[in-house]
């Protein structure tokens, strides 16, 4: 019978625990797939804008386009979301193939790879998966799992990180730099064919649909920036969201400098900076992955937003003082730390703080925070880092975050329990 409440297609509150989890594994196995994906690109790019004679500044200006469009696509594919976990994995999916397959085509010398590079940074409007897979996350934890549950995609991106660098070198070598891009190609193929054939339509239960739609009512537009506005204004958003924002741009800043600082701060060639990164991927997947998950069993969301926040401050001090790389190898696990702590923390509160049909918006809205860095960092970042030089990042890291430590202080953060249904 496929009139009852959990119909063919849509996960229902009573579908069972051994559905959840077969659910929440896939949707890890697809974001570590996707990562793996990205990593190889990232192996290719430098190397495929050389080959088409671009200089640093010109792939500035590309790597700009890049953010301003996830920046525009963020807020929209939350919304776009709001349809449906399916909907939203296979378009997902779906735009990174066509990605790929015009990264892949752009590094044929027989055809205009200029054109085909900068047509490829369309599919950009559409976010990758790890949006989506926060939502699906976010809607089959309970409340008290939640932190835990958001934090093992730090697991993935570990498995991402590690898996595409070691597969993207060594492929380009061995067949060319097309052979990555192919790979990434077919591998999205799969992943979309899996998120359109496994991943139930909507993940939020028939009673979240009901109070998402009302009878009679007219769906919302995927393009209604009003309802992305008044998301932002309902009790206990803005504060969090501010505080996500303020405390870790400093850091952002920092990060999007940072392959240049490799190479003229610390002096470091282009295996040296690729073994720095796996290190930081290595932290990552450790400390999302498994640290955050047993201190948020331990201890409030509120204690460990302020714990992540006092870590930026410290991490801000040693930042300003350091002189080597091997003072930043010291400071890293802090920095991970701190960053994984706030984003895994942020996100479970404002899931909770708004109803369980708006998680989708809710969390594109927060996918659009890493693009906004990423437009505005390298202009901002580059006037700091040339006017000041390093230490700069950490006195600004310092000071902002001490100023968010005494927001905090003074006005704790609301926490509120999931509104289920």
């Not at 119909?7 to 559905?19: I, P």
């Not at 989506?132 to 990180?161: N, T, Y």
């Not at 990164?277 to 999302?288: A, D, E, N, R």
Request: proline residues 6%.
């Amino acid at each position: 019978m496929l009139g009852a409440p959990g119909a063919r297609g849509q996960y229902s509150r009573g579908t069972g625990t051994l559905g959840r989890l077969r659910i929440i594994v896939l949707t890890y196995v697809l974001v570590a797939l996707e990562l793996t994906c990205l990593f190889m690109r990232f192996s290719i790019l430098p190397y495929l804008t050389r080959q088409l004679g671009l200089d640093s500044v010109a792939f500035g200006y590309l790597q700009t386009t890049f953010g301003v469009l996830q920046l525009l696509g963020g807020p929209l594919f939350g919304r776009y979301c709001q349809r449906g976990a399916r909907a939203a994995f296979t378009l997902s999916f779906l735009a990174g193939s066509a990605f790929y397959l015009l990264l892949a085509a752009a590094c044929s010398p027989s055809l205009p790879g200029l054109a085909l590079l900068c047509a490829a940074r369309g599919p950009a409007l559409s976010p990758p998966p790890p949006p989506a897979a926060q939502m699906v996350i976010a809607d089959l934890s309970a409340p008290e799992e939640r932190p835990a549950a958001l934090g093992r995609l730090g697991l993935c991106f570990g498995v991402g990180m590690i898996l595409g660098s070691l597969l993207g070198g060594t492929l380009s070598a061995a067949c060319g730099i097309q052979c990555p891009a192919f790979v990434a190609l077919v591998a999205s193929l799969v992943a979309a064919v899996l998120s359109f054939t496994c991943i139930p339509t909507n993940t939020k239960g028939v009673s979240a649909n009901a109070q998402a739609t009302p009878p009679g009512a007219p769906k919302a537009s995927i393009f209604d920036l009003k309802a992305i506005s008044r998301l932002l204004l309902q009790p206990g958003v803005l504060p969090v969201f501010l505080v996500k924002v303020v405390s870790g741009f400093p850091s952002g800043l920092f990060l999007v400098m940072f392959s240049i600082i490799s190479m003229d701060f610390f002096q470091l060639d282009a295996a040296q900076a690729g073994y720095l990164t796996s290190f930081f991927g290595v932290l990552q997947m450790v400390i999302q992955g498994v640290v955050i998950g047993w201190l948020s069993s331990h201890f409030s969301e509120g204690t460990l937003l302020q714990a992540s926040v006092l870590v930026f401050i410290v991490v801000g001090v040693a930042m300003a003082l350091m002189s080597n790389v091997l003072h930043f190898c010291l400071l890293m696990p802090g920095l991970v730390f701190s960053l994984c702590a706030l984003n895994v923390v942020t996100d479970s509160m404002l899931t909770k703080a708004v109803s369980a049909s708006d998680t989708g918006t809710m969390l594109g809205l927060c996918a659009s925070i890493q693009p906004l860095t990423r437009t505005v960092g390298p202009t901002v970042g580059g006037l700091l880092y040339r006017s000041f030089g390093v230490p700069v990042f950490g006195h600004v890291q310092f000071a902002t975050n001490v100023l968010v430590l005494l927001v905090l202080w003074r006005q704790p953060l609301p926490q509120k329990r999931d509104k289920v249904g």
